[in-house]
């Protein structure tokens, strides 16, 4: 049984927090947290602390807290020599501070705490120190989830950029198409089958091979149809420079 804490409260731990409550290999022990409304239902209120320093010794601390607070907490954690884990795709490994074995427990996905996540499916990207830690470390892992994979520090900031393309930068296109259709009064929907059908061609073809659409096909005219009809700069912009990095695949 591998005792396990959880500093955090917010998206990522609130589902850390379910998966690992479900998993029999783990026990979790604490869970710190000044926002207590979260996860309150979630876990026996004994269990739920709002004070690092009454941090109880575990095998495993996962810091779950926002990128910039995560060298100042490892650092503030009182216990030594234990395994302490950050949960972010850019803070590099060796921010966190020394006096524990530092290590990495990367899910990639993105989260919302009113949005339930098969946690079995989440890829967890895992760093260690230590060969043993990571024994560890996967043990966990594979305990919520049936994909891990061993992602050193310059790997996972090249993936968290590439998450960031293809999750935040898509999802700010869905809102350019939704204020689009909005304004013209037309119902969002319309465009979800489209939407489902793109995301399920990638899963067997490469992105290059499912690209479809005027820039794809050189339809200038089209494209000059399209940009007489944004009147926003911005979205002129953005379908422009979109346009131009479809078309440089070529």
Known sequence: MITVSIIGSGNVAFHLISAL???PEIKLMQVCA???KNIQHLVDSTQIISNIEDLETVDVCIIAVSDAAISKVSESIKFENKIVAHTSGSIAMKDLYAKNRRAVFYPLQTFSIHKEV???KIPICIECEDSDDYE???KIALSISKVTYSIDTKQRK???VSAVFVNNF???LYE???EICRENKISFDILKPLIK???EKIQTLTPTEAQTGPAKRKDQQTISTHLDFLKDQKKKDIYTLMTQSIQSHE
């Open 21 to 23: 409550k479900k998993a």
């Open 34 to 36: 000044r926002d207590k």
């Open 118 to 120: 098969d946690f079995s």
């Open 136 to 138: 560890i470390i996967e």
């Open 158 to 160: 090249a993936l968290h």
């Open 170 to 172: 898509v999802n700010e």
């Open 176 to 178: 350019v198409g939704y």
């Open 197 to 199: 059908e793109t995301a």
